[in-house]
Antibody, heavy 118, light 107 residues
Framework: EVQLVEAGGGLVQPGGSLRLSCAAS????????MSWVRQAPGKGLEWVAN????????YYVDSVKGRFTISRDNAKNSLFLQMNSLRAEDTAVYYC???????????WGQGTLVTVSS | DIQMTQSPSSLSASVGDRVTISCRAS??????LNWYQQRPGKAPKVLIY???SLQSGVPSRFSGSGSGTDFTLTISSLQAEDFATYYC?????????FGQGTKVEIK
């Protein structure tokens, strides 16, 4: 069974940093585009970033450009999201998801909550 | 960016009802349209991809149609486990965008 397990969420002050990770298993991680998607409390879904199989292409939603960095380690079947200069509006549950180019987000993790507050 | 607009934002229905949710894209996305179901406290789950293809394991009472800018998700006979929030999402271009969601509640 495909598994995606996020970790690294927590409470952080505005302006602080946090690094999320996502451990993948039971699919060929190195052959998959991967994404981060977030959901603010009581709100809808927002795609945050995605990364190509070999890490050579990365894309971001405008609101996080220059602050967030997506990366991956195919040897460890892991996806990461480095979040800097965090703002209150970044408070959300962050999901990692497999996201084939042109296709749906077909596998999702359980999510990790990031709370930005003083 | 492509804007996705769902209607209605919420609806009340009874078990056994036929339910239809609409999704409109701000520009043509061909058939690059996906539908998700999200139950409270859970991750979203893909129901329909490429506008009308049923994801493996999803009950056949779910169906999708449309192309270009106008799309529809239909639940032919609503079941108790279908009370949830539904989102459309375009995978035509980056940024990948979602509709605002449609909450299906019990009448």
């Amino acid at each position: 069974e495909v598994q995606l397990v996020e970790a690294g969420g927590g409470l952080v002050q505005p302006g602080g940093s946090l690094r999320l990770s996502c451990a993948a298993s039971e699919f060929i991680f190195s052959s998959s585009w991967m994404s981060w998607v977030r959901q603010a409390p009581g709100k809808g879904l927002e795609w945050v970033a995605n990364i190509k199989q070999d890490g050579s292409e990365k894309y971001y939603v405008d609101s996080v450009k220059g602050r967030f960095t997506i990366s991956r380690d195919n040897a460890k079947n892991s996806l990461f999201l480095q979040m800097n200069s965090l703002r209150a509006e970044d408070t959300a549950v962050y999901y990692c998801a497999r996201s084939p180019w042109g296709g749906p987000f077909d596998y999702w993790g359980q999510g990790t909550l990031v709370t930005v507050s003083s | 960016d492509i804007q996705m607009t769902q209607s209605p934002s919420s609806l009340s229905a009874s078990v056994g009802d036929r339910v239809t949710i609409s999704c409109r894209a701000s520009q043509s996305i061909s058939s690059y349209l996906n539908w998700y179901q999200q139950r409270p406290g859970k991750a979203p789950k893909v129901l329909i991809y490429a506008a009308s293809s049923l994801q493996s394991g999803v009950p056949s009472r779910f169906s999708g149609s449309g192309s270009g800018t106008d799309f529809t998700l239909t639940i032919s006979s609503l079941q108790a486990e279908d009370f949830a929030t539904y989102y459309c999402q375009q995978s035509h271009s980056t940024p990948r965008t979602f509709g605002q969601g449609t909450k299906v509640e019990i009448k």
